[in-house]
């Protein structure tokens, strides 16, 4: 038994043996995330709790638990600032709103005696449960709850004794949760997380009684949760009104919870949970806007940290049999028809004007990217999504999957494949692969979307890699700008390139080049019938004799982009063609007006 925890005459809890005893119930935790992921049908059976709790608990490991610390109490706010930074999910939101709630208890001490800790314990759940606009019996908040019931009821006896009686009562608290919840009873499952609060109880256990912090391996505890969770088949897709699961960390001062609490009911969001302090809070909340809500928030702080998952995309891939998982990036156009069809996942680039940071597609709408990059004096800049969020979105779909295969920007253009590699590096680098397009646009979303119908026919990923390597360079993509102001300012083209191709009355046309870079391939003299004579320019230098798919983007000119792809049906054997709005990768510096073609061979 490790000696920090025997009954002393006065018995206290440590930071170092405190630090160890977190270290190993964190890790206990990730080691059962995938059996959390399966088991995972309440409050949407999006299949996420387990990497959410995962990735919550392994911003604390690699932060507040990777210095050595002397005082237990500096260690637990420290513990629960990185859980609030780093909460993901539903039940991530609220253990990181416990733990915040436990170290704002135990204030700036040494040393907590037993009592101490119980009241801690016994604020945190609090806390916890306060954090909910709706708290339900059931979940993750029921067992925390009797954990801090039987933390209270200290008797006679060592701090291992004491700590574990805490642990059955949880445990018989796990147990009761489908009697709480009808959707647990019928899927034949405890509350996933809950489940995840027990195996953090049960780490730090095995560290007060064998001091052993590196106890990864467990054993999964529940096959008869899973197996019933994997043959229930009733569980949809959750509510559609609330579709996007979407988080934020806000930072400032005093921090008005309350009123964001007012404003998020006055949106009708459901799933809220606001954790946190007055000066950094984490929102949680399922809504059918994430712009909607990352708009409201900014009222009350600063915005950091955005994301918003699918919970359609994500309960399909949590219920489906495909062996391989396709997910590509928020630079590839592709119809979101398409994209549904084929459970194809995008990771979201970054877009800012100024100091406000946006999700592509997600966060901030291709429409009203376009409005403001008419309107605002400052530019837009867009920046590749960090490796944290494609190791994010890597680790659920793994949860899923034997393996992922990434379809990614061109490497020439961006930062956003070596993002991806880096997460893939870090997570489980032989079952994530990680293809350069050498496109980007239209013709990247076409290599996804073949991949994608692949991987639903059942290929495996050397198949799937072996035919997008096949199709790299045969996948055509051409782009006109009707204005090239945008990318002169941007610092894309050199400044006196504008007066030369205003001179010349010139529509200039580029193409992505077999290195991967969009290069100058021409130009239209003249501004009548554009959209025309593009069409005519891109079906003179078409192979002949092959059937094409064809994906037509435009920016903000919907009229030019319909004539477009109706020119090039009639000049071109299109056997599928799909119009859609470019987002920033391509509008960002080539401006409202401009018209984007991508073709791929269907032989």
């Given at each position: 038994?490790?000696?920090?925890?025997l009954?002393?005459?006065?018995?206290?809890?440590?930071?170092?043996?405190?630090?160890?005893?977190?270290?190993?119930?964190?890790?206990?935790?990730?080691?059962?995330?995938?059996?959390?992921?399966?088991?995972?049908?309440?409050?949407?059976?999006?299949g996420?709790?387990?990497?959410?709790?995962?990735f919550?608990?392994?911003?604390?490991?690699?932060?507040?638990?990777?210095?050595?610390?002397?005082?237990?109490?500096?260690?637990?706010r420290?513990?629960?600032?990185?859980?609030?930074?780093?909460?993901?999910?539903?039940?991530?939101?609220?253990?990181?709103?416990?733990l915040?709630?436990?170290?704002?208890?135990?204030?700036?001490?040494?040393?907590?005696?037993?009592?101490?800790?119980?009241?801690?314990?016994?604020?945190?759940?609090?806390?916890?449960?306060?954090?909910?606009?709706?708290?339900?019996?059931?979940?993750?908040?029921?067992?925390?709850?009797?954990?801090?019931?039987?933390?209270?009821?200290?008797s006679?006896?060592?701090?291992?004794?004491?700590?574990?009686?805490?642990?059955?009562?949880?445990?018989?608290a796990?147990?009761?949760?489908?009697?709480?919840?009808?959707?647990?009873?019928?899927?034949?499952?405890?509350?996933?997380?809950?489940?995840?609060?027990?195996?953090?109880?049960?780490?730090?256990?095995?560290?007060?009684?064998?001091?052993?912090?590196?106890?990864?391996?467990?054993?999964?505890?529940l096959?008869?949760?899973?197996?019933?969770?994997?043959?229930?088949?009733?569980?949809?897709?959750?509510?559609?009104?609330?579709?996007?699961?979407?988080?934020?960390?806000?930072?400032?001062?005093?921090?008005?919870?309350?009123?964001?609490?007012?404003?998020?009911?006055?949106?009708?969001?459901?799933?809220?949970?606001?954790?946190?302090?007055?000066?950094?809070?984490?929102?949680?909340?399922?809504?059918?806007?994430?712009?909607?809500?990352?708009?409201?928030?900014?009222?009350?702080?600063?915005?950091?940290?955005?994301?918003?998952?699918?919970?359609?995309?994500?309960?399909?891939?949590?219920?489906?049999?495909?062996g391989?998982?396709?997910?590509?990036?928020s630079?590839?156009?592709?119809?979101?028809?398409?994209?549904?069809?084929?459970?194809?996942?995008?990771?979201?680039?970054?877009?800012?004007?100024g100091?406000?940071?946006?999700?592509?597609?997600?966060?901030?709408?291709?429409?009203?990217?376009?409005?403001?990059?008419?309107?605002?004096?400052?530019?837009?800049?867009?920046?590749?999504?960090?490796?944290?969020?494609?190791?994010?979105?890597?680790?659920?779909?793994?949860?899923?999957?034997?393996?992922?295969?990434?379809?990614?920007?061109?490497?020439?253009?961006?930062?956003?494949?070596?993002?991806?590699?880096?997460?893939?590096?870090?997570?489980?680098?032989?079952?994530?692969?990680?293809?350069?397009?050498?496109?980007?646009?239209?013709?990247e979303?076409?290599?996804?979307?073949?991949?994608?119908?692949?991987?639903?026919?059942?290929?495996?990923?050397?198949?799937?890699l072996?035919?997008?390597?096949?199709?790299?360079?045969?996948?055509?993509?051409?782009?006109?700008?009707?204005?090239?102001?945008?990318?002169v300012?941007?610092?894309?083209?050199?400044?006196?390139?504008?007066?030369?191709?205003?001179?010349?009355?010139?529509?200039?046309?580029?193409?992505?080049?077999?290195?991967?870079?969009?290069?100058?391939?021409?130009?239209?003299?003249?501004?009548?019938?554009?959209?025309?004579?593009?069409?005519?320019?891109?079906?003179?230098r078409?192979?002949?004799?092959?059937?094409?798919?064809?994906?037509?983007?435009?920016?903000?000119?919907?009229?030019?982009?319909?004539?477009?792809?109706?020119?090039?049906?009639?000049?071109?054997d299109?056997?599928?063609?799909?119009?859609?709005?470019?987002?920033?990768?391509?509008?960002?510096?080539?401006?409202?007006?401009?018209?984007?073609?991508?073709?791929?061979?269907?032989?």
């Open positions: 038994m490790n000696v920090a925890f009954d002393l005459p006065r018995p206290l809890i440590r930071g170092p043996a405190l630090r160890r005893a977190l270290i190993a119930g964190a890790r206990r935790v990730i080691a059962q995330r995938e059996t959390l992921n399966k088991i995972n049908v309440f409050p949407v059976p999006d996420d709790t387990g990497s959410n709790l995962a919550t608990l392994g911003g604390v490991l690699t932060g507040a638990l990777s210095r050595r610390t002397q005082g237990a109490g500096d260690l637990l420290r513990v629960g600032e990185d859980a609030v930074d780093g909460a993901r999910g539903n039940s991530g939101a609220i253990l990181a709103q416990f915040t709630g436990v170290a704002e208890a135990a204030g700036p001490v040494r040393a907590l005696e037993p009592e101490a800790l119980a009241r801690a314990v016994r604020a945190g759940a609090d806390s916890a449960r306060q954090a909910l606009s709706e708290p339900r019996e059931g979940t993750i908040l029921s067992v925390i709850t009797a954990f801090a019931e039987a933390l209270e009821q200290r006679a006896g060592d701090l291992g004794g004491w700590f574990r009686r805490a642990l059955e009562h949880s445990r018989r796990l147990a009761n949760t489908p009697n709480q919840l009808p959707v647990l009873a019928r899927a034949g499952v405890v509350d996933a997380g809950a489940q995840g609060f027990v195996d953090l109880l049960e780490g730090i256990d095995d560290f007060i009684s064998s001091g052993a912090v590196d106890a990864v391996g467990v054993a999964d505890e096959p008869a949760d899973v197996e019933a969770a994997q043959a229930h088949g009733e569980l949809g897709e959750g509510d559609p009104a609330h579709r996007w699961c979407s988080e934020c960390l806000l930072v400032g001062e005093a921090l008005d919870k309350p009123g964001l609490r007012a404003a998020m009911t006055a949106l009708g969001a459901s799933c809220v949970v606001i954790a946190g302090s007055q000066t950094r809070l984490r929102l949680h909340a399922h809504v059918a806007d994430p712009r909607a809500l990352f708009e409201t928030a900014a009222r009350f702080g600063h915005v950091d940290g955005a994301k918003a998952d699918d919970m359609h995309a994500q309960a399909r891939t949590a219920a489906g049999a495909v391989v998982a396709v997910i590509t990036d630079a590839a156009d592709l119809p979101e028809a398409e994209m549904q069809r084929y459970n194809i996942h995008m990771v979201p680039a970054r877009v800012n004007f100091d406000q940071d946006y999700l592509d597609k997600v966060g901030l709408s291709t429409a009203e990217f376009y409005r403001r990059l008419r309107t605002e004096a400052v530019l837009p800049r867009t920046s590749q999504p960090p490796p944290g969020d494609f190791r994010r979105q890597f680790e659920f779909l793994l949860s899923h999957h034997r393996a992922l295969v990434y379809v990614g920007l061109s490497r020439a253009v961006s930062g956003t494949l070596q993002s991806a590699e880096t997460a893939a590096q870090r997570g489980h680098p032989e079952r994530t692969h990680v293809f350069d397009t050498g496109n980007a646009s239209g013709g979303g076409l290599l996804a979307l073949r991949a994608g119908e692949m991987a639903v026919a059942g290929a495996d990923v050397p198949e799937i072996t035919e997008l390597a096949r199709l790299k360079p045969l996948t055509l993509t051409w782009a006109l700008a009707r204005d090239i102001r945008h990318a300012r941007g610092g894309r083209l050199p400044a006196w390139a504008q007066p030369v191709v205003e001179w010349l009355g010139l529509t200039p046309i580029a193409k992505v080049k077999p290195a991967g870079r969009l290069g100058m391939a021409g130009g239209l003299f003249g501004k009548t019938r554009v959209a025309e004579r593009f069409a005519a320019y891109v079906a003179a078409t192979p002949r004799g092959k059937r094409w798919r064809l994906v037509v983007g435009h920016c903000d000119a919907l009229a030019d982009g319909q004539v477009l792809l109706s020119a090039l049906q009639s000049r071109l299109i056997a599928q063609g799909w119009l859609v709005e470019t987002g920033p990768a391509i509008g960002a510096h080539a401006g409202p007006g401009a018209l984007v073609v991508s073709l791929q061979p269907l032989d």
